[in-house]
């Protein structure tokens, strides 16, 4: 049994097309030993495959996949969420769509629901394409009605911190905006001071320029 199951994960990461026909066998020899098919959830779910969250969604489907399994819920959703960063953080957000919807579907248990939930509580250590991603996923959650007590706590949370950040972002950006009028209003004298020094000596470049009008129109008048 310890060899099978080591060459099933070896398997669920590969390219081959033994792979389908070795997950096939695998669940067809031990289908009726629950703690067993729950290793077979879990080995796909952890799989570094790129199209692990789309086959993920898929099992969520199979008619051996129950969310009244905690068991079996864990075996998928938590593996894949918390076990999986590569495939369950992809850019296109397809896992974090996926999570919350479980998360939703599974709030007549709400203990496991909160606990799938803060696989989300890392949304401000990524880039801001994942960052915001996971923060509207939260926010869905959160306008759920209706929603079990334990994962409005969880999620409160989480958005409440959400929320900070924005703040503080905005205050930021006041501040910086107002730090840099100031830097301005600073340096004015210096701005001045430095047109002054480059000004022209008007005085000194031309003498007629310093002339009065009927100055000049009396010297028209002379050398006519």
Known sequence: MT?????????ADGEGVEREAVLQS????????????????????????????QRVVALAEH???????????RSLLSVFSAGNQVRFHGADGAGYRFLADMVLALDSNPQLAARMASSFNSWKRFDSTRSSRMQAELERIAGHKPLSDDVFEADRRQVGVLLAHQALDVVGQVLDVTQRRAG?????????????????????????ANRRPHDRARGCRRSA
């Open 63 to 73: 008619p051996d996949f129950s969310l009244r399994n905690p068991n079996r819920a």
């Open 184 to 208: 301005v209003r600073d340096r004015l004298p210096q701005v001045a001071q430095l047109l002054a020094d480059r000004a022209p000596d008007l005085s000194g470049s031309d003498p007629r």
């Open 26 to 53: 695998f669940y067809d020899r031990w289908k009726n030993d629950p703690l067993v098919l729950d290793k077979w959830f879990s080995v796909q779910a952890a799989s570094k495959r790129e199209d692990t969250a």
């Open 3 to 11: 060899d099978s199951q080591a060459a099933l994960v070896l398997l």
